[in-house]
Structures are given as C-alpha cells and as structure tokens.
C-alpha cells in the first residue's frame, strides 16, 4: 500500500487544521445549495455546484481553488458526483443523511444522486480534504481509509489527482480507472477509458469502448513503465512528481504525488482520447500540457503488428525484429503493418529441434496480457523456465533497478513493441532457432518426430493445394458475369492491368466518351470487406456519404466511399471522380482502386491513407503540435505540386473546385494526396468557365465562384491560398473570428499591414528554422487569396515562390471576404444547389 502512505499522512495533518467554522464540511444539519461553496482547510480545493462548458446544466464538483493557485479558471473540474443525471435548474441542494450517505435532491426533493455508505454511521461528516479528496467518515475516528464510509477517490471522473489510484482489489473486484467527458458541456461517461489492466502482469490502456485500445504503457519495470522514455514521460515532469506502484495479493495500484502542495498538476483524459500530464504555469500560459499519449505512429497500440517494432525515427515507421520477416512483404511496402512479421526460420520445439534466444535492447516490452511472472526468480532461472516450455515465446527482467531481479515470461505472439532511440526501454529476449541465437539444445529430441511432422505437413499441404485448386475453378465459373472479387483483389497489381473493365451498368455513365479501364467489383464482395458496412469499420462520414475501412483476403486495407442515396451527389459527381481520377497518377494525388455499382448503390473504392486527413491534425488542439515546422512545409509544397499537376502537367486539365483540409489525406509518411473529385471539372483554356450550380466549401471558394458562378484555375489557387495560412496559423478560416477580423484572411491581412505577419505563426511552433521563410509564405498565401482572379498567381508561380527563396515577391492587395459580410449577400440571384460539409474527411477514428 505504499502510494497510499503518502496521502493518508497529509490526510492526517489536514484533519487537525480543520477549522472551528466548518468551512470544509457538510454535516446533518448543515447542507449545500445551489450558489454555495464548501473550500479545503488549506484553500487548495472547492466544492459546489456549476455549469460546463456552455451547458446550462447543473453539477457537482470539485475545482482547483482559484485564490490559492493564481486564478486557475473554475473551467479546471477535478470531479463531478452526478455526471450521468444532471439539475436542470439552480433548485440542487447536497445533503448528508444520519447513515452518512451524501444526497443530491432537487426542488422537489427528488434525489438526483447517491453515495452509499460501507458500514454504519455515527454522527457524520463529509469533509473536503487539501488532495481534492470529498471523504464521508465519522466525526470521532480517525481519518485512514479502513476507517472512511464513502471517499471520491474511489469514484474518479476524467481527471487522476496525487494520490488516486489506477488499479484494481482482488478482494473486493473494485476498480479504479479514469473516463472521458462525453464532451466539453457534458461531464457523463464518455468513449474513452484509461485503466491499468490486470490481466498477465498489469500494464495501463488507454481504450475506446471495452475492445479498442489505443495505447499501452508497457509493463511497470521498477522505475517506470517500459512504454515510457526518460525524456518523455507521460506522468513525470521538472516538479517532483514521484511514481508509486504496489502489487500485492489484495490489489494493484498506481499513483503519484507532488511534494509541493503549490503546484497544481493532473493527470486528464480528454474527450478527444489523448490522456496527459496538465500543470498550472500561471493566467498568461495557463495550464501546459508536459506531456500527452498517444502521439503518432509508434504510441499508437499494435502499430506494427505481432513482432514488428515501431521507431518513429526511421523512414519507414514500422520495421521486424532482427531474425524476423515481413508476413506480407508486397503489403508491407504499401504501408500495411497489420499483419506483422514472422521469424525467418522457424522454432525447432515444436519440430524435434533445438531453441535459443536473441536479445534485443531498449524495447518498450510488448503487451503482457498473455505473460507470466514471478517477482522471486533470477534471470538465469528465467531462461530456463522459457526454455524448457515450447510456449513460452520470450522473457525480461522484472525489476531493472536490480539485475537479475523477477521474471517476466511471454507466451505466443507479442505486439506493440517500440524501439527508443536515446533512453528508455530495456532488454527483451526473444525464442528463436539455435541457428539463428547460436544456442544449442543439449536434450535434443529424436529423428522420427522430425519424420513425422515432415509427413503430416506433406498430407495437409496436397490435400489443401487439390482443394484449392478446384474452389478456384468453380468461383471463376459463378464469378465471370459478376464483377470482380473485391476480398481476393491484388492491390499490387497496376491500376488498369487486367482485363476486367466496367461493366454495362458503370459503363452507361460514360455518356459515349472513351471507356477507363477501372476495375469494377461486385457489391457482395465490397459488403463483405467492410463486414456489411458495420459501424466498426466506419472511418468518418462527409456531405456525400461514409467512408468504411475494407479488408481484402491478402491482408490489404482498403478505403471504401459508400455515396449517400440522401447526399445530392448523383450520376455525374460519381463520373467524375470515377472517370477523373481512374486518369490522373501522380504521388500527391489519391489513388482510385475501383468502383461499385448495384442498383441505387454507388461506391468508390480507394487506398488506405493510416495517417487520416490534415484537418483531423490541424485543427484539433492536442494533435497539431505533432504538425512540426518542417512537415508544415513539406504539407504544403506537397499540396501545391498536386495541383500543378491538375492544372498543367495531367492528361486532363482539371479544376478540382473543393480543395480543403479535410480533402488532403495524409499517407504513411505523413505526404498529402489531394483526394475527392467528385466536384472537378475538366477545363479548356486560360479563361473562365460559368456554371449556376455552385458547388464547394464556404470559406475556401472564391469570390467570383461563390458570387456569380465563375471557376477558372485561379479558383483552385484562392482554395489553397486558404489552406496555406491554414497550415501556417493552425487556425480554421470559417472559425476564426477576433473584434476586428470576419475570419483568418481578414486576420493575416491585419497583422500584415501592421508588420507583425509573424504572430499569424501558430504558436505551438516555437522554433523555426527560418522567420524569413514563414513571412514569405505568409505573402504567397495572401497574394492567392486576393479579391480579383488576374491578380492571383498561377500554381506554376506559386511552386516557384515556394521553392525559390531568391525570387521577388509582389506585395498583396486585400484578400477577399476580409469584410463583416457573408458570401451569399453578394449574390442576391444565385444560390448553391450543393456544398460540400467543411468536415467531409476519410479520416481514420478508430486506433491504427
């Protein structure tokens, strides 16, 4: 019980500076309205009622005290009683029962919520304690926690303070875990949960629901948990905070503490599903996120597959074990890790050979909900219990702060293993052949095991071979008028390859033009690869429709487009991105694999971007500090060569005409492919084009477009204009809005005129490489996103400004819209049949 040592010590010493006042309690005859507050002995904490975020419902909650720690905000809810069954109105009274239950009643005396108590009562009180402990005990006992008949500690909302565990009792089954806010206005349990998970030796998960886990910590290794760098802890800082775990035969726990009752700090999982370390700085910087899990790539569960190992420094983020090969090597050169990797040679165990083992340093040691341990046992004893058991895949050190100390055994596969480029981790040692470890056997087995095995795999692999043999016969014969196989389909097989072309019911959307060799696919099978559309598989859902994650039968991942019959987009949008994109190759443009057709269904099918679309980073207030200076620009000279190639360089000159942050997807290696054509328009000459179907996005079309209908090249160059101060600022076009700016054009162009253009930088890059860089780009994206078409460059010009830092950039007129008035009142005669939502994306939600 040694976290818990700390806490009840201090616990103590507050009980003895309670005051005579009572203004630290709720008694029998003393209750709490709605408008009053009851505040920690040491002024640290209060309790009362308050309203979240712009929800006008009514809570109770306990928030850091403003007067003691330098007017923290009462925004910074520590937690919250009745989170799932809020007041309507301001009528809540908080009563304390003689059984010292605590109960929440409204204006009609109805009860909201309830604690129960664990024994009976005998004159109570509920005290509010310096740690932000709510403890219901009676008056005369002392304050240990066998003593205690109800405490909020052992009900954690969203929020880990020092001194609340993470964990489980044996005993009684209790678990202590921490839970997301639905959202900002809504304090009730939401998606994501954060626990330490008892299963094999105990490990912290971040999850999504009760299946979906999202992030493991790695097992406790004495001093931390292995997941966790020393330059990067996600529950340590410059403050003192100190790491406790105990296991013992009546629970598992862990916690932290601070020292220094001054500091305000907490461990919070957000509503977005990141869980972080938050301290108190002061009013100007407010509270600083120290450090926040998961991050990209290697932080995110099992990213690489069962012995893969993620190191986010290498080219290619996931790579195998030394001694292990790629299960699919095409797939894994597409960037599809799911499958993992598998040893070179296989075991000898299980065949009559011999086994050794091969180490591997600075790992996080993978998931260990199929290990065992034994805190007693040295590591050579360690290794010979692994290799005396055919099951037992891999074993660690227990405790690294002394050698040789406990056993950690693996059985079967093991996931989520990530490499540390400087400190952090530890050894790993990993079954493998004698010829690959070097180590032989002395006890090897007999010859005819060995015979035996060769003659029963010889038996299995001709009967399956005849089987197979004549299942593809007979599927090739049901098949040959129904469209491709989606689930056996090779994706790396050249677009256009075969023989398969559209079938008469996609080829009638061709209106008599040149047939595209674009394969097609037959529903059942695309129905099949997204396990029928299931809610599972959904990725995200824009204006025309969602967008499902597919699995073909070679272990491929697809991204499937599913139109909307209720979407607007109708025969002709879905010629174009079919009949468009099926012409255009270039690497900053998404890749369409085929399509679908069957009845009223409509269905695209394209690669797989893992790293989701560029608004899901941008704008989110966690996620894009993981935008780093030099990938911004890498972003955004990407973009710009993409659509160089549209307007010039492609077979086809194109106008994409809805260019937007949530159509720029992001692969592997975070590059961007300009996605979503269902709105480009094949364009002839140098001029402009009318059209009295508005379609796009508010906020990046431009003004003669979305006034009087006119696209032309420079329709395309005002949307990235927008992005590009996007990106810069971190800031969403539509969104912004300060006392003297009607969105971010109107911003930029302020801070331009007045000479501070370098405040649009968002301000979580706090070192760039170059200042001069960021005013020019901040002068390209004004000059596009002038009033008047002629004046804008061409992309030709901007790839040029971007990549030529000599050349001399004009000076920029006012940008468009940078006035307090709305599109549509420019044009009182034309209105928009269509706009695309601001928030259509084939982003990725579920843990990758």
């Known amino acids: 019980m040694e976290g818990f040592v700390v806490p009840l010590c201090i616990l103590s010493l507050f009980s003895i500076l309670i005051t005579s006042n009572g203004v630290d309690t709720i008694t029998t005859t003393k209750s709490l309205a709605d408008g009053e507050t009851i505040v920690s002995s040491g002024g640290l904490f209060e309790l009362g009622f308050f309203s979240p975020g712009n929800s006008t419902k009514r809570y109770v909650g306990i928030w850091y005290r403003a007067l003691y720690y330098k007017e923290i905000p009462r925004t910074a809810v520590v937690w919250v009683a009745n989170r799932e069954t809020p007041l309507l109105d301001t009528s809540g009274v908080l009563k304390l029962t003689s059984r010292g239950i605590l109960v929440l009643v409204n204006g009609t005396n109805d009860t909201i919520w309830s604690t129960k108590a664990s024994r009976s009562a005998q004159d109570p009180v509920a005290q509010l304690f310096d740690l932000g402990n709510m403890v219901v005990r009676n008056t005369n006992d002392e304050v240990k926690a066998e003593n205690l008949l109800w405490q909020s500690f052992d009900y954690p909302g969203n929020t880990l303070l020092q001194g609340m565990k993470l964990g489980k009792n044996f005993l009684t089954g209790q678990e202590w875990y921490i839970s997301s806010w639905k959202s900002d206005d809504d304090p009730g349990e939401g998606a994501f949960t954060f626990v330490l998970d008892t299963r094999g030796y105990p490990q912290m998960f971040l999850r999504k629901g009760t299946a979906d886990y999202l992030y493991g910590s790695g097992p406790w290794n004495g001093l931390r948990f292995s997941g966790i760098s020393d330059s990067n802890l996600i529950f340590r800082f410059n403050y003192g905070l100190r790491l406790n775990y105990d296991h013992n035969t009546e629970e598992v726990h862990y916690t932290f503490d601070v020292p220094n009752a001054s500091v305000a700090t907490r461990t919070m999982l957000s509503s977005e599903g990141y869980v972080g370390q938050w301290t108190w700085v002061d009013q100007t910087r407010g509270w600083i996120t120290m450090a926040r899990a998961p991050e990209a790539g290697c932080d995110m569960y099992a990213s690489c597959g069962s012995y893969g190992i993620c190191n986010i420094g290498n080219t290619s983020m996931c790579g195998c074990l030394d001694k292990f090969v790629p299960v699919n090597p095409r797939e894994w050169e597409l960037g599809d890790w799911s499958n993992g990797c598998v040893r070179r040679t296989p075991l000898g165990c299980h065949e009559g050979g011999e086994d050794g083992f091969v180490k591997y340093s600075r790992v996080k040691l993978p998931d260990t909900r199929n290990s065992s341990f034994d805190i007693r046992m040295s590591l050579e004893e360690c290794w010979r219990t692994c290799l005396g058991n055919c099951t037992c895949t891999a074993y660690a050190n227990l405790d690294i702060r002394e050698e040789g100390s406990g056993c950690l055994l693996w059985f079967g596969d093991m996931i989520d293993i990530k490499e540390f480029i400087e400190g952090g981790g530890q050894d790993i040692y990993v079954r493998m052949a004698s010829s690959e470890s070097g180590y032989v056997n002395p006890t090897p087995r007999g010859r005819s095991v060995r015979w035996k095995w060769i003659i029963t795999t010889l038996a299995v692999s001709i009967t399956l071979l005849t089987t197979a043999f004549f299942y ?3 599927r090739r014969k049901l098949q040959k008028n129904a469209g491709k196989d989606l689930l056996s389909y ?11 072309t559209l079938t008469q019911s996609s080829k009638s959307l061709n209106s008599g033009k ?11 099978s695309v129905s099949a ?4 559309f299931s809610d599972a598989n959904k990725l995200g859902e824009g204006g025309f429709g969602p967008v499902y994650k597919g699995k073909l039968q070679r272990g491929h991942t697809v991204a499937v487009k599913r139109l909307s019959t209720k979407s607007g987009q109708g025969l002709e949008e879905f010629q174009n991105e079919a009949m468009l994109i099926a012409k ?10 085929g399509c679908c057709i069957d009845r009223d269904e409509k269905i695209l099918i394209y690669e797989y971007m893992p790293n989701k679309s560029l608004d899901f980073f941008l704008f989110d207030p966690i996620k894009h500090g993981i935008l780093h200076w030099e990938l911004r620009l890498k972003i955004i000279v990407g973009i710009a060569q993409g659509i160089l190639y549209l307007h010039e360089y492609s077979r086809l000159r194109i106008i994409h005409r809805d260019l937007k942050a949530s159509n720029i997807l992001l692969d592997k290696d975070m590059n961007p492919k300009i996605s979503d054509f269902g709105m480009a328009r ?12 508005i379609v796009g996005t508010y906020g990046y079309m431009s003004p003669e477009y979305a006034s009087r209908g006119l696209f032309s090249i420079k329709s395309d160059v005002f949307s990235f204009g927008v992005l590009l101060l996007e990106i810069l600022s971190g800031k969403r076009n539509t969104s912004f809005y300060d006392s003297h700016s009607l969105n971010l054009l109107g911003y930029a162009w302020d801070l331009w005129k007045s000479g501070r253009a370098q405040d649009l930088k968002d301000p979580i890059l706090e070192d760039i490489s170059s200042t001069n860089t960021l005013l020019r780009y901040i002068n390209i994206g004004l000059l596009c996103v002038q009033e008047s078409a002629a004046d804008r460059p061409t992309m ?6 971007l990549s030529n830092e000599a050349s001399f950039l004009p000076s920029p007129k006012q940008p468009a819209f940078s006035f307090s008035m709305s599109v549509l009142d420019q044009s009182p005669h034309k209105h928009p049949e269509i706009c695309s939502e601001n928030d259509m994306t084939m982003s990725i939600l579920d843990a990758r």
């Open 472 to 474: 593809c016969i007979l």
């Open 514 to 524: 040149k047939e595209v060799d674009l394969p097609w696919f037959n529903f059942a």
């Open 529 to 532: 690869a997204t396990d029928s």
């Open 796 to 801: 030709s010009d901007v790839v040029s400004m």
């Open 584 to 593: 255009l190759q270039h690497k900053n443009l998404v890749r369409l694999l």
């Open 490 to 500: 090779d994706l790396g097989t050249s677009i256009g390859a075969g023989n398969s």
């Open 682 to 693: 094949i364009f002839g000459g140098n001029g402009s084009q009318a059209t009295n179907r």
